[in-house]
């Protein structure tokens, strides 16, 4: 007994440090954030009309003194000043509205016309590049850095010419040309897809009378972090895939603002930057060999890049050369990011076929592991295959929060078998409870002989006492993966359930400190509690209520506080894992009645109920 309260207690501090993390930290964080980005939006509606002298950007940092340029000039634009200020291409697709830089040939203008800030429809668009010389500079760049008899090479100043047409569709693509001192044209055509990728096919002909040589650069610069509160389940931050064969890179923000990294050479493979919807990634050219790193400047206007220099090429005299880079800017859509990706493996095969019912059409550029983007987590091969689960749903339903219904039938279902080992176990244990209190009055103190005759009782009844155990063990992961998959995907970004639930990644916007919406006032954020939260606890009371009271004081008492603790967590959690949790509750009331009954054993649900309402007898003196 001493152990098992032992036991409990220390599951009881856990819960309180998990739920102290929760109230002290994360809360007031979020709660920083979401005011950060609302100053955010309204010094942004004050100044958008503004018009003032910017400061004009010079090129970035170099890659071991490779790139051209030094410092980056403070940024002082407004975006629009910024814009107006140079010569542009315009690109106008289904998915992106925005413009080229001519100067650079830079990819400094992109907005995402499938997403708004909020869940409002009036709400701006999402605006994932801006000009270097604004204050929320990202942008992408591919130039050139000269080597022997090549001249000046284009870079980050260099003023490209349109020839031809001058708006980018999907069906129209735009060409640049540069022509340098030394007898180098260099013809740029860019192209890009019904999605987010950019198809940058660069011809460089050589005029002279001597071989020349120029080296291909790539970089992804931006300026600040992204506002979102940083959690563990999510990386932000760089990250790429380094090399054809190579693994994952992964580094925070932060972490290279200390140590800039520097990458093996590789061949093959891409890298750039992460939000936790959007990102920027490059794909050098896949034949030749690259250096790249990821850096933190802080000369000039401090900036965050990942870049990489490919091996000089050599254009010998009435030759050209052509070189083929990839850039990806926009949403992390799953079909679309998977499309890209090239994946031959059983596993990839067979989670692209099973599953699918998006007919999302995707050019497919067989880039290596392009579908690692997304950050599915270490359980990768767990997580993914139940958001192609629960899409499969979605397409058929058309709602998420239905679909994560669906999705836990099916877990359900999947883990029936264990649940009926579960409760049938447990069932066996209250049967042969008076047998087991027999046993504990007869030998005392005696608990080597009470152990024995124990294992005993099991063996003969046919119990295995950690039956029980499994299911709850094995559907921890099924919990985190959906968690995972609630948090990270964009599919489920603004994605409305019923009523007044109009976001299933984010908490339940309800409070019963404004009686759920009727008084005109909001509560602080730490005793943020919505209706579905409360919907939760009172599954998970009933849930535990099918069982009896532990006789022991400090096991009881967990059992009381336990549901209540569990609500107030789960307040500040998306909605939809909220929702799963009451529903998957719900399930569990109905399968644990269902199966107690089979084995002849009594619901304990309605005389718990009953007990805590009975008035107990009074003490004798």
């Known amino acids: 007994m001493q152990n098992n309260r032992n036991y409990f207690i220390a599951i009881a501090m856990s819960v309180l440090v998990v739920l102290a993390w929760q109230f002290l930290y994360m809360n007031p964080r979020i709660e920083k954030q979401r005011q950060a980005e609302q100053a955010r939006l309204e010094q942004e509606a004050k100044t958008a009309p503004a018009a003032g002298n910017a400061a004009t950007p010079a090129p970035a940092g170099t890659v071991n003194g490779a790139l051209p340029g030094s410092t980056q000039a403070n940024a002082t634009a407004s975006r629009d000043e910024a814009i107006a200020k140079t010569a ?19 990819l400094d203008d992109l907005k995402l016309k499938g997403y708004h800030e909020t869940v409002d429809d009036s709400s701006p668009i999402i605006t994932l590049f801006n000009p270097a010389d604004t204050k929320d500079g990202y942008f992408a760049e591919i130039g050139y850095i000269a080597g022997e008899n090549a001249g000046g090479a284009p870079g980050p100043n260099t003023v490209w010419t349109v020839s031809g047409n001058d708006k980018l569709t999907e069906s129209t693509p735009v060409t640049l040309t540069y022509v340098n001192d030394a007898g180098l044209t260099f013809s740029r055509k860019i192209s890009v897809d019904q999605h987010y990728m950019f198809q940058i096919e660069d011809t460089v002909s050589n005029a ?95 900036r965050f890049q990942a870049d990489y220099k490919n091996d000089a090429v050599s254009v010998a005299p009435g030759q050209s050369a052509t070189m083929k880079t990839l850039v990806f800017a926009g949403a992390k859509e799953v079909p679309v990011v998977d499309g890209y990706a090239r994946d031959n493996s059983w596993f990839g095969t067979m989670f692209t076929s099973l599953f699918t019912a998006d007919k999302t059409v995707v050019t497919s550029y067989e880039v290596p592991r392009f579908d690692l983007l997304i950050d599915w987590g270490w359980f990768y ?5 139940m958001f192609k689960l629960m899409d499969f749903f979605f397409r058929l339903v058309g709602n998420f929060g239905v679909a994560i219904l669906l999705t836990t039938i099916v877990v359900k279902l999947l883990f029936f078998p264990l649940a009926n080992k579960q409760y049938s176990s447990m069932a066996a244990m209250k049967r042969v409870q008076p047998k087991m209190e027999e046993l504990k009055t007869k030998f005392g103190d005696d608990k080597m002989a009470l152990q024995k005759a124990m294992m005993e009782l099991y063996k003969t009844e046919k119990i295995n006492p950690i039956a029980g155990c499994w299911p709850v063990v094995l559907q921890i992961p099924v919990f985190f993966a959906l968690y995972k998959v609630i948090y990270i995907t ?17 908490p339940d916007p309800t409070t019963f400190i404004n009686l759920f919406g009727l008084l005109p006032f909001e509560g602080p954020t730490f005793l943020h509690l919505g209706v579905w939260p409360i919907i939760m606890g009172i599954t998970m009371f009933l849930q535990m209520r099918m069982n009896p009271t532990p006789p022991d004081p400090t096991q009881a008492m967990l059992f009381n506080w336990m549901p209540l603790i569990f609500t107030f967590m789960l307040a500040t959690f998306p909605a939809g894992l909220v929702i799963y949790w009451a529903w998957n509750n719900t399930l569990s009331i109905l399968q644990q009645g269902i199966i107690m009954k089979r084995q002849g054993m009594k619901v304990e649900l309605f005389d718990n109920l009953r007990g805590m309402f009975r008035r107990k007898p009074a003490a004798t003196k």
Do not use: C
Request: glycine share 10%.
């Open 381 to 385: 091969f767990f997580t993914k295959p």
């Open 490 to 506: 964009i599919e489920m970004r603004h994605a409305p359930f019923f009523g007044w639930i109009q976001d299933l990644s984010a």
């Open 208 to 302: 002279g009378t001597q071989a020349a040589s120029v080296a291909p650069y790539g970089r992804v610069t931006r300026y600040n972090k992204p506002t979102t509160a940083s959690v563990y389940v999510l990386h932000e931050g760089f990250l790429g895939v380094i090399g054809t064969a190579g693994g994952l890179v992964e580094k925070k923000y932060d972490s290279v603002e200390e140590e800039p990294i520097a990458n093996e050479k590789a061949t093959g493979g891409w890298l750039g930057m992460t939000d936790k919807y959007w990102a920027a990634a490059l794909i050098p050219p896949q034949d030749l060999a690259y250096e790249s790193r990821f850096s933190h400047f802080t000369d000039g206007q401090p």
């Open 88 to 106: 542009r291409v315009a690109i106008d697709t289904e998915a992106l509205s925005g413009s080229i830089n001519l100067t650079g040939a830079r």
